[in-house]
Every structure is written in C-alpha cells, then in structure tokens.
C-alpha cells in the first residue's frame, strides 16, 4: 500500500530525481562527521536531540540518586547542606529544561511531524538544526555554572533569595534562558510547518492525533517562553547590579517574581505532558487496533489544556497572601484542566473497550501511563482545592504529585514512544519479552518510588529538606529502594535497546501494521522521507475499523 | 532551475530558489511570513512581562511614578518617536520598491531608515548620559535628590530595562535591514517574487516602531 501519487511540484521534482534509482536511508545517506553535524534532515536532528536527552536524563537520573541515598537517613549521610540543596537543584533543573522539555518534541516531534504530514522536511530546516545548537550552548552554559560554583536556589529560583544567593545565578540563569530561545524556534517551525506542509488531502481533521498535541504544545511553547525569558533576565541583572526589581528592601515585590515565574511554568507543565498524551493516543489506537474514540475530543481537548493551562498559575500562590476570592478562583481554573485530561483518558478507554488489544511493550508503558496520569491527576484536583493544598503546600506530597503527572506520564510517554518507533527510527527491532519485563520494572519502581513520597508529605514532612525526624525514615528508605529498582529497569533498557541497535532483526516496513501514516514510507525513511513526489492520504489516520481495507501487506 | 523576470527598471531579476521541501514558491513565501508573525509574537510576550512590572510598582507607587515619569526630557522622548515613525516609513517604502524590483531604491530607502535609527540612538545617548549624571538610576545606583519618594528608584529600574531591552531590538533591525540592503546592492536580486528578506526585516523594524509607541506614553507621558 503505497500512498497514491498526486501534484508534485515543479520546481522541487528537479532537485530530487538526481538519486532516483537508490534511495539510500537517512541514517547512511552520508557518514561523514559533518554529513551529522551540520545536517538539515529533520531524522537526523531528532536523533541527535535523542542522544542529548537521553545524556542529560542520566545526568539528573544520577544526581535523583544522589539525593535519594542522602535521604536514607535522618541526619548527614553522604554530603552537607549545601552540597545537597546544589544536588537537587540541579536534579531539577537538568530533568526539567534539559530533559522533559525537550525531551518528546524535539526527539519524536521532529521525526515523526513532517512524516505524519506527509511533508519532505519542517518547515525551516536550517533553523531546526540552529535550534538543537541553541539547546546545547544554553545546556553547556548551565552546566559550567553549575559546577563552577553552583546554584542552591531550587529549579524555581525564587526571589529575592535568587537576586541575593552568592551562588552562581547568572551564567545559570542565561543558560536556562537560551534554551528557552531553542524551545520557541522548536515551536515556531512546528505550527509553521503544520500550517503550510500538509500533504494533500490532510485537513485539519485528518491530521494524526500526536500532530495535533504537539501543535498545541508549540503554541504554548511560543506564548509562555518569552515571559520566563524576561524574568530570567531581570533576576540575572538584578543578582549582578542589585536593581532591586523583585527585592522587597528595595521596594521590589517577590510575589510578582512568582506570578510571572508560574505563568510559564505551569504551561510549561503541560509543554511536557501533551506530547505524552499525544503519543499515547498513538499507541492505544495502534495496539487496540481500533479507531481512536472521540478523535475530535481528543484533539479539541488538547487545545483546551493548552489555552486553560494560562489560567490556572495561581494555585501555586494559594499560601502567598493572595485573597480567598483569588484563591478559590485559581482553584476553579485548576480543575477546568482536570476536566479536559478527563475527556481524553475517558476516549482512551472507549479505545480500548473491545478493542483487539495486543499487548506489547508499548501497551505496557500506555497501561503504567494511565494508572499515573489518572492518580497524579486527581491528586492534582485535590491540591487545587485551597483549603487541602495549605498543608500539603511544599511538603513532600506536592513532590510526589508532580512526579507522578509530569515525569511518570511523560517517562512513560516517552517509553511507550521510543519502543512504538524504534523500528521506524533504526528499521530493527528488540527483544519483547525484556522489553516487557523492564515496562514492569519501571511502573513497579516508579510506584515503589513516589508512593511513599506522598504518605511523608501527608505526614508533614517538608521537601527540600537535608534532615528529617526519625518518624519519616521507614518510608524514605522504601522511597530509595524504589528509586534503586526504577534505575535498574533503565538499564535494562538500555542494554536490549543498544543491541537491537546493532544486532536487532530486520524489522520490515511497519511491523505492527499499525494505520498510522508514519508508516507508510519505508522503516527507515529515505533521505527525503518519500520515493517519489509528495504523497497523499486519503483516509484518516488510524483508520483501523474498515473491514473492506485489506491489512498493511508487508508486515512481518 | 533559475529562471529570470524582467522588472519595472528593466534590469532582470533572478527568480528566488524554492527549496526542496515547500511545494511551491507562494507556500514558502506564506511560511516565511507565518513563522515572523510568530516570531513577532514572542517579542511582544517578551516586552509584555515589562508592561506587567510597569503596571503593578505603578499601582503601588504612584506618586513617586508620577514625580519620576515627569523628570524625563519630554522633547527628546517626542523627537525619538517622530524619528522613529518615520524610519517605519521608509522601511515599508523599501518593501513597496522590492516588489518593483527598483533594487536601488531600495537601498536608498534601507540606508534612510539605517541613519534614523541611528538618530534615534544617539537621543537615547544623551538622554542616558544625563541621568547618569544626574543620578536618576536604578535600585542601589539611583542618587538623585530631586526626588526622595519611595518607589522612585523602581521606576528607574523599569525605566532602563525596558529602554535597553529597546535598544537592543533596535541594533537587532539595523543588522538584519542592513543585510537586506547590501544584498540589494551587491546582487540586485529583489523583484516581484522575491523580496520576503526585506519584508520580513521591514515587518521586525515596525515591531521595534511598536514597542516604543507603547513605552513612550507609558514612560513620559502618563
Ligand atoms: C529517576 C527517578 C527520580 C527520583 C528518584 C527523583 C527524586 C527526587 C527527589 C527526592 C526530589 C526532592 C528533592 C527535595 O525537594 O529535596 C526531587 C525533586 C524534583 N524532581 Fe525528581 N526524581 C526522579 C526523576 C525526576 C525526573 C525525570 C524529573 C523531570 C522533570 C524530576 C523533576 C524534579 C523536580 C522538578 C523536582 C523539584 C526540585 C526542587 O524542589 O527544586 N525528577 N526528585
Ligand atoms: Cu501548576
């Protein structure tokens, strides 16, 4: 089942027919150094971002440890103080703008969005490729702060301890600002390239689902990045020169420090959880082989969480002074996004209600994903409501909270994602039965990690938090026991994943016969992902129900 | 594949190259112009955080924004805004002779535009210098004794960090307009398919005309 040919442009036949007869895929087209480095294919780039992620995921998985072992008993175990507020520090800041950020849209987004549009590349090559360099110059920038120095401040850098810390602020500061400059291109190419690249016959309504989350992400993405970037800047120039901007002795306000900080960051929450729920709606389709339930559900809701996110900063200040009124306002506005994730849980589950489920690794991550989303979820409708959320506020029940939604549905996300699309990626696959086996290990360690995180909040334990009374120890220690397991489960995945790389079969076209347009160029794409001119689509994506369509012919 | 028109002043002009990935030249015209908007989006998000600062220390101090915002050199701020807006003018006028394929005119009115600004500069330069002197500077540095009210100093802070980051954006136009106009010169290559390179550094160059329509009612006028 190739896609049927249709209007190929004119002027790009030309350049295209010079290698006509071989069409070597993405990744041997070129083997040189540069052919990687200054590449412009949106494949390559995605990879490239793959190997920067997942270098940073190990950077602040290590440092989650470290902070793990040191919480193993109450008192000093492994550093001091000051060494153990710069450790989770910069846990969170390398998980959080080096990794969650990033990690689905710049990996899967790039590789897969101008596949799913039937598009030769994103709409602005070259400034996809400036934007990877972009990430890594902010990231290297950070990270000499970080060790030349380092920051005690939190990920949140909340003043005025920020604009007063000795620490070292601004070369941090400015990194975390030029990532965000990376995230904005990353957005701009993408809704510009959804807007302009469909292929023919790919209307709004006809675009896959995980096009649709990351295209509201971008949109968030662009209205949310430039208002942390002022702020960074005005707390960088005031830790260097004191103006006084966010300084209380100064006249400055701090909690205006928290309403612009919040105002990205709580979208931002949501820049790294859509793309997951875009991939799971992917993967529930493709492996309940069914049409998705409500796809315009899905995808309108997308756009609801991306415009009520904007709204709904506020619950992060419910102890900062702000009125009742306001307060019990956010809280409202908090739920409203607690609504629009319940429409798409609820169409996931039709997805899956007789559906023909079949049940590999990346079904196990979709399973893992919505125990966590549905649980962080409704943890998160609790904490939305003031009169719960002031003793819960910074205790270690907000930790697990927002473990819970935002790493472990992303985690999973982007899991189930890498397993669904290694054999389009690399065209070889892995072995099912580890890939099983460690999906387990890491539902069961990031459980056995989190849950007895919200039991010592609820208890009253503060987070940030270097010594603790002796009551919390037990369920710290099976906190850290459950952080050991979770580590485990990663390398595993590491391992099998690293020798289907090299030794894995020959995975075939589309292996899971999925209906997914991403499948209908060969695994691996070539060069400019299609043979031939620009394809068309004329049915809908994971058009799974049409009993008359014969199956996807060349699966293994 | 390049193939050439012939233009208004009868010189030929080269058609531009369509990349590989568009599918055809209107489309990838129309991406360029989105992707802009966009990126003028952000810009204007980037500023508003300012206008946000500016609003809240005005609500809580507004006597001392008062006494301050009058302490500016009213004539320079209006100079500064007519030279502005005129220079948004000349920007737009090379867009119209672009299209006309008049690349010399549209150097003309770039390098117009390009003098402008840097008019536009050396105001800000005076009026920086004299409150340096004078003392009327941000948080810790502010020594200006004319006005001791609390507050003052912030106003002062938003005062400068809204000007530079101004400031900035205006370096930023002249850099991008000047590469427009030397590609103007030296290839002479705009016409009425392609000029989007000086379209798009003509529609950043209104933005940073934007941006100070708003900062200078907000900071000398109100
Ligand atoms: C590998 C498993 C992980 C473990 C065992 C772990 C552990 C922890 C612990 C114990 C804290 C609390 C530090 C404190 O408040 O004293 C923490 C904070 C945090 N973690 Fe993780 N974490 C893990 C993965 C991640 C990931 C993937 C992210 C990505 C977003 C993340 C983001 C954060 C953030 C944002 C904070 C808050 C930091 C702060 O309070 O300043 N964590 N983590
Ligand atoms: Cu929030």
């Known amino acids: ?556 | 594949m390049q193939s050439s028109v012939s233009t208004a002043d009868g010189t030929v002009a080269p058609v531009p190259r369509l990349a590989m990935h568009f599918a055809s030249l209107e489309v990838q015209n129309h991406a360029a112009r989105l992707g802009m908007w966009l990126f003028l989006a952000t810009e204007i998000l980037l500023f508003a955080g300012l206008f946000v600062c500016y609003g809240v220390y005005r609500f809580l101090f507004p006597e001392a924004w008062a006494a301050s915002s009058r302490s500016l050199d009213l004539t320079m701020g209006t100079v500064n805004t007519i030279v502005l807006i005129t220079s948004s003018l000349t920007a737009a006028l090379a867009v119209h002779y672009a299209k006309e394929g008049k690349n010399k005119m549209v150097v003309v009115q770039i390098a117009l535009t390009l003098l402008m600004a840097v008019g536009f500069l050396v105001i800000k330069y005076f009026e920086y210098s004299h409150k340096f002197h004078v003392g009327t500077l941000p948080g810790r540095f502010y020594f200006y004794e004319g006005i001791q009210l609390p507050g003052a100093p912030m106003y002062f802070t938003v005062y400068f960090c809204s000007t530079a980051l101004h400031g900035l954006h205006v370096i930023i136009g002249m850099i991008v307009l000047t590469f427009a106009m030397v590609r103007a010169w030296r290839k002479a290559d705009f016409g009425p398919n392609n000029y989007t390179m000086v379209e798009l550094g003509s529609m950043y160059w209104h933005l940073v005309d934007l941006v100070w329509i708003f900062l200078f009612p907000m900071l000398y006028l109100v």
């Open chain 1, 1 to 556: 089942m190739t896609p049927s040919s249709s209007i190929a442009s004119p002027g790009a036949a030309p350049a295209h027919d010079e290698h006509h007869d071989h069409h070597p895929n993405y990744l041997v087209d070129g083997t040189t150094i540069k052919s990687w480095l200054l590449t412009v294919d949106h494949k390559r780039i995605g990879l490239m971002f793959l190997f920067w992620v997942l270098l940073f995921f190990l950077v602040g998985g290590i440092f989650a440890l470290l902070i793990r072992v040191e919480l193993l008993t109450p008192g000093p175990t492994i550093m001091d103080a000051m060494t153990y507020n710069r450790t989770f520090t910069l846990h969170g800041l390398v998980m959080i703008f080096l990794f969650m950020i990033p990690a689905i849209p710049a990996v899967f987004g790039n590789f897969m969005l101008p596949l799913m549009l039937g598009a030769k590349d994103v709409a602005f090559p070259r400034l996809n490729l400036l934007s990877l360099y972009i990430y890594l110059a902010g990231a290297m920038l950070a990270l000499w702060g970080m060790l030349n120095g380092g920051l005690d401040t939190g990920w949140t850098f909340y003043a005025p301890y920020s604009t007063h810390t000795t620490t070292t602020v601004a070369p941090v500061l400015f990194g975390a600002f030029i990532i965000g400059f990376s995230s904005i291109v990353t957005g701009i190419n993408f809704i510009v390239t959804t807007h302009t690249m469909r292929a023919p016959g790919i209307t709004w309504f006809k675009m896959p689902l995980f096009v649709w989350a990351i295209y509201a992400t971008s949109c968030i993405q662009v209205l949310a990045t430039p208002v942390i970037g002022l702020l960074l800047v005005l707390v960088t120039v005031e830790n260097l020169f004191g103006f006084g901007m966010f300084d209380p002795a100064r006249g400055g306000d701090p909690v205006l420090f928290q309403h612009l900080f919040w105002f990205y960051s709580h979208p931002a929450v949501y820049i790294m959880v859509l793309p997951a729920f875009g991939v799971m709606s992917e993967v529930v389709a493709a492996f309940s082989r069914k049409n998705i339930f409500g796809y315009r559900a899905v995808a309108y809701s997308s756009l609801g969480i991306a415009f009520v996110g904007f709204f709904a900063w506020g619950h992060h200040m419910f102890v900062s002074g702000q009125s009742t009124f306001v307060g019990g306002l956010f809280g409202v506005l908090t739920m409203l996004v607690g609504v629009f994730t319940a429409i798409k849980v609820f169409n996931w589950v039709g997805t899956v209600y007789k559906g023909a489920v079949d049940f590999k690794t990346p079904f196990a991550y979709f399973c893992g994903f919505l125990f966590f989303t549905v649980f962080g979820g409704m943890t998160g409708i609790a904490l939305g409501t003031v009169s719960l959320d002031v003793p819960w506020h910074d205790t270690y029940f907000v930790v697990a909270h927002f473990h819970f939604i935002m790493v472990g549905a992303t985690i999973m996300a982007f899991l189930a994602a890498l397993h669904y699309w290694f054999p389009k990626m690399f065209g070889r696959t892995y072995h099912e039965g580890w890939g099983l086996v460690s999906a387990a290990l890491i539902i069961l360690g990031f459980n056995a990690t989190f849950i007895p995180q919200f039991l010592v909040g609820n208890n009253g334990m503060p987070r940030r938090y270097y010594e603790y009374p002796e009551r919390f120890q037990a369920l710290n220690v099976a906190s850290t026991a459950g952080a050991s397991l979770l580590a485990f489960g990663f390398v595993i995945i590491a391992m099998y994943l690293t020798y289907a790389l090299l030794y894995g079969r020959a995975s075939g076209k589309n292996p899971w016969r999925s209906k997914g347009y991403e499948w209908l160029t060969e695994s691996p794409p070539p060069t400019h992902n299609f043979v031939g001119p620009q394809p068309t689509y004329p049915e809908e994506p994971h058009f799974y129900v049409d009993p008359k369509k014969a199956e996807v012919p060349d699966a293994v």
